[in-house]
T-cell receptor, first 113, second 118 residues
Framework: GAGVSQSPSNKVTEKGKDVELRCDPI?????LYWYRQSLGQGLEFLIY????????KSGLPSDRFSAERTGGSVSTLTIQRTQQEDSAVYLC???????????FGSGTRLTVV | AQKVTQAQTEISVVEKEDVTLDCVYE???????LFWYKQPPSGELVFLIR????DEQNEISGRYSWNFQKSTSSFNFTITASQVVDSAVYFC?????WGTGTASKLTFGTGTRLQVTL
């Protein structure tokens, strides 16, 4: 597609439930990133995928968080047993291989009640 | 470890004023890239500029200009004759070392919220 697409745009979930956030990157972009932006905060790196290489999961805050990227394209970020501190905007970005700027999606605003 | 500091959390100016957003970075790499992104109220981050560590020439794009100084590890962003549409959160970012076939993970600052009023 023309841009990075994320769904849903908003998600409200009850504490303890699992959620899945989806990211559809720009076609041809081999790198895909997930960041989290809490209210009034900067962007916190979560995970990135590059081609067929093992993903860099160093930013995942706990084992409740996981992500996969199928067929080198669409990615799903899963948060199990959600907690209130998981409330944030989850941003996905994609880029070409190398030190290029990212193209970000519009984000998924997750609210855990 | 890489670090980006944007000491100004919020700046308010009146339209047509010039404003400079500060960015200071830390890295052990000799080769790196610096970026600025704009996040308007709509929420989507917009890429503004990328600068590599070997190019210290200042850059101007319309009302925007960037001042990169390796000696002070700074990459400041100036908006000349600010407009209400410039109101947004601006993020500075630094790329981590990359290699052939790898991607480039960005470390972001905490952002500076710019409010331009009439």
């Amino acid at each position: 597609g023309a841009g990075v697409s994320q769904s849903p745009s908003n998600k409200v979930t009850e504490k303890g439930k699992d959620v899945e956030l989806r990211c559809d990157p720009i076609s041809g972009h081999t790198a895909l990133y997930w960041y989290r932006q809490s209210l009034g905060q900067g962007l916190e790196f979560l995970i990135y995928f590059q081609g067929n290489s093992a993903p860099d999961k160093s930013g995942l805050p706990s084992d409740r968080f996981s992500a996969e990227r199928t067929g080198g394209s669409v990615s799903t970020l899963t948060i199990q047993r959600t907690q209130q501190e998981d409330s944030a905007v989850y941003l996905c970005a994609s880029s070409l291989q190398g030190p290029y700027g990212y193209t970000f999606g519009s984000g998924t605003r997750l609210t855990v009640v | 470890a890489q670090k980006v500091t944007q000491a100004q959390t919020e700046i308010s100016v009146v339209e047509k004023e010039d404003v400079t957003l500060d960015c200071v970075y830390e890295t052990r790499d000799t080769t790196y890239y610096l970026f600025w992104y704009k996040q308007p109220p709509s929420g989507e981050l917009v890429f503004l500029i990328r600068r590599n560590s070997f190019d210290e020439q200042n850059e101007i794009s319309g009302r925007y200009s960037w001042n990169f100084q390796k000696s002070t590890s700074s990459f400041n962003f100036t908006i000349t004759a600010s407009q209400v549409v410039d109101s947004a959160v601006y993020f500075c970012a630094l790329s981590e070392r990359w290699g052939t076939g790898t991607a480039s993970k960005l470390t972001f600052g905490t952002g500076t919220r710019l409010q331009v009023t009439l």
